[in-house]
């Protein structure tokens, strides 16, 4: 499964960092970057707390 990221709808709230910082940080700019694309099943949790809790549904499992 894959997590993917909406760039032009994310506004770097970073509620989803919070959740899953193994999968993604905010750069030094308060840009939103995927660390891991490919989410395997040990981070479906994480992945999944991370598209819940984005207020522009800016994330989605695919």
């Known amino acids: 499964m ?6 032009p709808r994310c506004e770097g709230h970073g509620l989803c960092e919070e959740v899953a910082p193994q999968l993604m ?3 030094g700019e308060g840009e939103l970057v995927l ?16 598209v819940r809790v ?8 695919a």
């Open 54 to 61: 984005c207020p522009v549904a800016a994330l989605r499992l």
């Open 25 to 27: 940080h905010l750069d």
């Open 2 to 7: 894959k997590i993917v990221l909406d760039r």
């Open 35 to 50: 660390d891991i694309e490919t989410v395997d099943v040990a981070l479906l949790d994480p992945a999944k707390a991370a």
